[in-house]
């Protein structure tokens, strides 16, 4: 079952701006997880969110939580051109199991 | 390095021939996971452990086999490969099942 949605599917910015990038789920979690996906290669964790918590940064990242909405938001501040990847977001539920997003392709024009 | 190490990253078989994928983990992670990656789907789950000799079907265990005889160990077994398994498959490992996943680089299985 999918339970993330992310949203947009895709995303094209200039270099510089900041991109943002939300995800829906539909059941109880215990944390919402954002990993970074370059072109088919493994993934990489960048954030992760319980479910207590509203917000949280890492460097140029903020993480929003909204659990009475279900929903969660990426915000990348000052992209570069190494931020073009996919973003995916995933959530724990009580059963153990990482439930993930179709993810959202970013692309950073120069 | 901590890391996790999957091989082979490229695999082409035909339909029936069994096959391994390896998954080894060397940060003493408890949770172990494998996902598969197909277009336009995301990832989803086959199998994860907890722990050593606790396995449990994730949303796409339909093919797979698993085992955790050790720790570090969590390979996944495909007894009679079909068309239908060609994909993208990804291992992961946790310290607990709660917190951050670490990845190995990939599996691209083809099955003709």
């Known amino acids: 079952s999918q339970q993330g949605e992310e949203d947009p599917q895709a995303l094209s910015i200039q270099e510089g701006e900041n991109a943002t990038m939300n995800c829906s789920y539909k059941t109880s979690i215990n944390n919402l997880q954002w990993y970074r996906q370059n072109s088919g290669r493994g993934l990489v964790h960048l954030i992760l969110i319980r479910s207590n918590e509203r917000e949280k940064h890492s460097g140029r990242l903020r993480v929003t939580l909204d659990t009475s909405k279900k929903s969660s938001s990426l915000l990348i501040t000052a992209s570069r051109a190494a931020d073009t990847a996919s973003y995916f977001c995933a959530t724990m539920d009580s059963n153990y199991q990482l439930i993930w997003g179709a993810g959202t392709k970013l692309i950073i024009k120069p | ?112």
């Not at chain 2, 029936?16 to 003493?28: A, E, F, H, I």
């Not at chain 2, 494998?34 to 093919?63: A, C, F, H």
């Not at chain 2, 099942?97 to 680089?105: H, M, N, P, S, V």
Request: charge should be neutral; glycine fraction near 6%; aromatic fraction near 12%.
């Open chain 2, 1 to 112: 390095e901590a890391q996790v190490t999957q091989n082979p990253r490229y695999l082409i078989t035909v339909t029936g021939k069994k096959l391994t994928v390896t998954c080894s983990q060397n940060m003493n992670h408890e949770y172990m996971s494998w996902y598969r990656q197909d277009p336009g789907l995301g990832l989803r789950q086959i199998y994860y452990s907890m722990n050593v000799e606790v396995t449990d079907k994730g949303d796409v265990p339909e093919g797979y086999k698993v085992s955790r005889k050790e720790k570090r160990n969590f390979p996944l077994i495909l007894e009679s490969p079909s068309p239908n398994q060609t994909s993208l498959y990804f291992c992961a490992s946790s310290f607990l099942w709660d917190t951050e996943a670490f990845f190995g680089q990939g599996t691209r299985l083809t099955v003709v």
